[in-house]
């Protein structure tokens, strides 16, 4: 556990859970991302969507795969085209950067999906953790566990 320098550190914080946030040099790029000293076979991705129900969904998943956009919206309960990407201003008011979001918000009400492929098997994962030059690991169990996480098959 380290000292909550971000918001959702604390939420991680409060849930007792074990996790470390490493501080390396910025990586922007996948090959960048690659190098950085973490196996890139447990490395996960945070995407972050909106729907017209609701403002802000995580979605983690191991950084080689592709959410399955079809699974997401029947999950959600909406149409595929109700569903979007959320942009760099929503991300930027959340505090929060491209490519270094992470698997928790500390926001109330912000749901994070996480395909199951990330929670099996039980192993530490690499997320982003708010910015390029930081990485969270957290064990796949913990993450799968914490309140507001759900777990489902969300990759193709």
């Known amino acids: 556990m380290s000292t909550p320098e971000a918001p959702w550190q604390a939420v991680l914080d409060a849930d007792g859970c074990p996790y470390t946030v490493r501080q390396h040099a910025a990586a922007h790029s996948a090959a960048e991302r690659q190098a950085l000293p973490f196996p890139w076979s447990q490395a996960v991705k945070t995407l972050a969507f909106t729907t017209p129900d609701v403002p802000l969904l995580l979605v983690a998943l191991r950084a080689e795969d592709r959410v399955d956009f079809a699974r997401l919206a029947v999950l959600l309960g909406t149409s595929r085209s109700r569903l979007r990407t959320a942009d760099a201003s929503l991300l930027a ?14 926001r109330p009400g912000v749901p994070c999906l996480i395909d199951a492929a990330v929670a099996e098997p039980d192993r530490p994962v690499y997320c982003g953790a708010g910015s390029a030059d930081r990485t969270l690991q957290i064990d796949s169990a913990v993450l799968a566990r914490l309140s507001r996480a759900q777990v489902a098959a969300l990759s193709r």
Do not use: F, K, M, N
């Open 93 to 106: 008011a959340e505090g929060l950067v491209p490519g270094g979001v992470p698997p928790v918000s500390h």
